[in-house]
């Protein structure tokens, strides 16, 4: 239920360090992290989707975001 082989690469890291600041990441990670739990808490409870729905202006700049990304 826990397992994951993925890793950030020094590589990867690097290019985000190019785009946020060390607080950024820490904060970048622990939002990750947070949301990481909750995908393998909630299950274990059954808790289901609230009805909630994404904000459209996090899309636009999640998309902005990955954008810069992919240069």
Do not use: W
């Not at 949301?35 to 299950?43: A, H, L, T, V, Y």
């Amino acid at each position: 239920m826990t397992y994951t082989n993925k890793r950030v690469t020094d590589r990867f890291f690097n290019r985000l360090k190019r785009h946020f600041s060390e607080e950024e990441l820490v904060e970048l990670a622990a939002i990750i992290a947070l949301e990481n739990f909750r995908s393998k808490f909630n299950p274990v409870f059954a808790v289901e989707a609230q009805g909630f729905c994404p904000l459209p202006a996090v899309k636009e700049v999640a998309a902005e975001a990955a954008s810069h990304f992919h240069k």
